[in-house]
């Protein structure tokens, strides 16, 4: 067997058959949460087929094998179209200076790591937001941002959402986590805006892996947003769940806000070369709210990147 030989039969031709059976058993995320997990990854099968399609002519067979590396790869696109549809739809081309009465706001899930402390300040006074959302800060970095962006913080349960706001917040909230505290980890904070009050919901989901958990944190949120107006109301946070996945649409058709976010990668942020392929930070907004730029941050030390989006009141 020749290296080509090698190279098509010995591993294009399984991990072409891996990609293409995890896609298509990705679909099933619609009635099973275990299945759900394998839609996440669906980026990873699309480029894994991509690359055995391109390796087809290498092989004895090429038609078997580009058979093969075309399943994965449509198979992966049919998880991704409707975001990455959405995506282009929503995009919009650069615009004059945001509006006066438009709120900046920053998500970022800062990692659980006190790494280039003072390059994120310096990127966050330049950024200057309205409202900065942290998930998994230390104390010594919700110092720093507190005394020297002059932030004032709200803090959900062992602070493991804080919420720094540039006013004082006009009331502060750590809902409980719910049915045998599976519910996942929240703050609101509720403020006054030029254009009226508003509230900003902080959460941060557990991984997609812990199926049982990771269903009711969506629940759970779900009862959190019900009594907030859903005109005015922001949510945004760590989610550990990619738009491709079911878990996420359910919450999207759920929540009666609109996901401001769309197809922008933002883990593993100290991967190889910074090469993030997952979108699992997002930022939600009720109708009241009109988007007027999404966009993400540097890298800074965190395994995610932070997420900017300006809204304007409508």
């Known amino acids: 067997m020749n290296l ?15 990609c293409a059976a995890a896609a298509l058993l990705a ?14 990854f669906a980026p990873l099968y699309l480029l894994g087929g991509t690359i055995v399609l391109a390796l087809a002519p290498l092989d004895r067979r090429p038609r078997r094998l580009a058979l093969i590396g ?11 179209a409707p975001e990455l549809l959405s995506a282009v739809k929503t995009s919009a081309p650069p615009s004059a200076p945001p ?11 800062a990692g659980r790591d006190s790494h280039n402390l003072e390059a994120r300040i310096r990127w966050l006074r330049q ?19 507190v005394e ?5 913080q709200s803090c959900g349960m062992t602070c493991e959402i804080s919420i720094f706001t540039r006013e004082a917040p006009l009331k502060i909230e750590s809902p409980r986590r719910g049915r045998i505290g599976l519910g996942p980890a ?7 805006g030029p254009a009226g009050p508003y509230a900003v919901v902080g959460t941060h989901y557990a991984w997609p892996t812990a199926v049982t958990i990771h269903r009711e944190n969506g629940r759970r949120m779900q009862e959190i947003l019900k009594p907030l107006p859903a005109r ?3 949510l945004m946070g760590d989610f550990n769940s990619t738009p491709w996945s079911f878990a996420r649409r359910r919450d999207d058709r759920a929540f009666g806000l609109e996901r401001r976010t769309r197809a922008l990668p933002t883990w593993p942020a100290n991967g190889m070369f910074g090469l993030a392929f997952l979108p699992i930070d997002h930022v939600y907004a009720g109708a009241g709210w009109r988007t007027v730029s999404v966009t993400r941050g540097p890298r800074l030390g965190s395994d995610h990147y932070p997420v900017v989006v300006t809204l304007a009141p409508r």
């Open 148 to 152: 020297r962006l002059g932030r004032r």
């Open 232 to 234: 005015t109301t922001i």
């Open 99 to 109: 509006p006066a009465h438009a709120v900046k706001l920053v998500q970022f899930n």
């Open 70 to 80: 075309a399943s994965a790869a449509l198979a992966s696109f049919a998880l991704m």
């Open 4 to 18: 080509a030989g090698f190279v098509t039969r010995s591993i294009a031709l399984p991990a072409g058959l891996a």
């Open 186 to 192: 929240v703050a609101v904070a509720h403020l006054q």
């Open 27 to 40: 679909q099933g995320g619609r009635f099973s949460g275990h299945l759900d997990v394998l839609a996440h």
């Open 127 to 145: 950024e200057d937001p309205d409202v900065l959302v942290v998930e998994d800060s230390r104390p010594v970095f919700q110092t720093m941002v």
